[in-house]
């Protein structure tokens, strides 16, 4: 019961870091306009996204334009991208498996196969956390970098997005709940009564002369 529970807690945080994780990879703040100056009154904000800018006015009016070149693109961006990307469709693998191996699905007989599927999903979350980790970090790396370069003029300093915090959010999710995923498996098959349905014989029954029937005790 306890590795069921497990898997099952892994397997929620693992869909949250998901949904998160595509919220991050949507979202168009993933660099934000720095404010460096010391008059506080801005006419308008600029976003960057993996898929589109947009500019916000101080009015409250918000406009965005969707990259139209691909190639036109920077090569962080494009790997940001690919990477991302890549990090969600092998969530929705890892959520398929995980469910073949779970023990509260029936996709396959309870044994020490079920068990090596769900771990198979788990460790595939870990994987999407780590893929997820790279773009991410790289993307950072970047707008901390060209922050601190005295080059880079005041007007095109970025600060990091709440996309970022997001995906960096979600990243951990995804890696904690396949830990927890993955531990489930492993209890169920180092230990196979933990997973295996007990089977209880029927009570047995008095005669009508109140004796127990001899069949019983064969």
């Given amino acids: 019961m306890g590795s069921a529970a497990l898997e099952i807690l892994g397997l929620v945080l693992c869909l949250v870091g998901w949904v998160g994780l595509i919220l991050a990879c ?105 893929l997820a980790l790279v773009p991410l970090c790289w993307f950072a790396n970047i707008v901390v970098r060209e922050f601190y370069d005295p080059t880079v003029p005041v007007s095109q300093k970025y600060e990091l997005g709440a996309a970022l915090y997001i995906g960096w959010a979600a990243s951990a999710l995804l890696m904690c709940g396949g830990g927890l995923v993955c531990c489930g498996a492993w209890v169920c098959i180092g230990r196979p009564e933990f997973s295996y349905p007990v089977k209880y014989s029927a009570p047995r029954r008095p005669t009508a002369n109140g004796d127990y029937d001899k069949k019983n005790y064969v």
């Fill in 26 to 130: 949507g979202l168009p703040m993933w660099q934000v306009t720095a404010f460096l100056d010391h008059n506080i009154v801005t006419a308008q904000t600029t976003w960057k996204g993996l898929w589109m800018s947009c500019v916000v006015q101080s009015t409250g009016h918000m406009q965005c334009k969707v990259y139209e070149s691909v190639l036109a693109l920077s090569a962080e961006v494009q790997a940001a991208r690919a990477l991302t990307v890549g990090a969600v469709l092998l969530a929705l693998v890892a959520l398929f498996v995980t469910l073949t191996g779970a023990q509260c699905t029936t996709c396959v007989a309870p044994g020490p196969v079920k068990a090596r599927v769900a771990l198979t999903g788990g460790a595939l979350y870990a994987v999407c956390g780590l």
